[in-house]
């Protein structure tokens, strides 16, 4: 059903009552290593919520890829999605301090090492997907061969440029649905060209642009959507209290995407997409948190 195109990042995290100074050891009250990355926790999302998930990841030949490759096994993604380079794997650390802020340094490793062959080589993969899914946290070269051939196939694409960099113009005609959370549509928006205002004129100019579908998520003020001549439509946060918000974007995108290769119309996918954003918001950390059918389904019907 879907295809991610994404990364990996082993995440380290430590939680401290304050960020340290320059110079400074602080002792932690606690610490995880996590398997995490955008792309891992789409497929992950997905692939819990009953979707058939295939896909490309980098990493390196050394133990934290072996974690990858330990935690798509946990998660019953397939085995081949995992593509081993010479580069280290992908790692992030981050500080967590007692009023939630955090500090963070990802190293990006083997996932920059995603390259345009390994896609060509997966393109028989690729092609067999209803929607081919990818993120900013690899290398632009990929996702431009994913997606020119996806479409070319009339397979289905899904951007999410997060971390944001401008999307180029091609890339852009080659979206079918765009998703932005507030922060990349407003630098899209500046890197455009395009006038500041209602999201609703920006959704409406990026329409014009390629997409069929573009979703705007406002954290707990939810999420609107357009498709080309439709209403606009708007979608409240479902109300929990949150823990962490980490992810949440994740797996919004991952219940959005498994929505609408089900055919749901868009609004009913918005729905389901928010139902997955608020179980992880709900819950510490986002491998664990990210809903299966039930979890996603109990917040539907509450
Ligand atoms: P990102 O994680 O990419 O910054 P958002 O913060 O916009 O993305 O969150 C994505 C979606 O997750 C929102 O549209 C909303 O449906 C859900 N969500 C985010 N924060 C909350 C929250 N505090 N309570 C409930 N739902 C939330």
């Not at 999302?45 to 798509?72: C, S, T, Y």
């Not at 896609?119 to 290398?139: H, K, M, N, T, Y």
């Not at 009339?154 to 113009?169: D, I, M, Q, Y």
């Not at 498994?258 to 510490?284: K, M």
Request: glycine share 10%; with cysteine.
């Amino acid at each position: 059903d879907l295809f991610v195109l994404g990364s990996f990042v082993a995440a380290c995290s430590a939680m401290v009552a304050r960020q340290p100074r320059p110079g400074e050891t602080l002792e932690a009250q606690a610490f995880w290593l996590d398997p995490g990355g955008k792309g891992l926790n789409l497929a992950v999302g997905a692939r819990r919520l009953g979707a058939r998930v295939d896909g490309l990841v980098a990493v390196g030949r050394d133990p934290f890829g072996d974690m990858a490759e330990a935690a798509l096994r946990r998660a019953g993604l397939p085995a081949a999605m995992l593509r081993r380079v010479d580069a280290p794997t992908g790692a992030g650390i981050g500080l967590v301090d007692a009023a939630g802020e955090n500090c963070i340094a990802v190293f990006p490793g083997a996932n920059a090492h995603l390259d345009s062959a390994a896609v060509a080589q997966a393109a028989g993969r690729l092609i067999r997907a209803r929607c081919v899914l990818a993120q900013f946290e690899i290398g632009e070269a990929p996702i431009a061969e994913a997606f020119r051939r996806a479409r070319a196939a009339g397979v289905a694409t899904l951007l999410n440029p997060s971390p944001f960099r401008p999307v180029p113009a091609a890339l852009l005609a080659d979206t079918t649905i765009l998703v932005l959370n507030a922060t990349e549509a407003a630098a899209l928006r500046e890197d455009l060209g395009l006038p500041t205002g209602a999201w609703e004129d920006l959704v409406a100019a990026l329409l014009a642009r390629g997409p069929r579908i573009v979703v705007v998520t406002l954290g707990e003020r939810g999420a609107l959507a357009r498709e080309a001549g439709g209403p606009l439509l708007t979608q409240p946060a479902f109300p929990v209290a949150a823990v962490d918000t980490i992810g949440a974007g994740d797996a919004f995108t991952a219940g959005l995407a498994v929505a609408l290769v089900e055919n749901r119309p868009l609004a009913e996918a918005l729905r389901q997409a928010a139902a997955c954003g608020a179980c992880v918001v709900a819950r510490p950390g986002v491998f664990d948190a990210l809903p299966d059918r039930a979890a996603r389904d109990a917040i539907l019907a509450a």
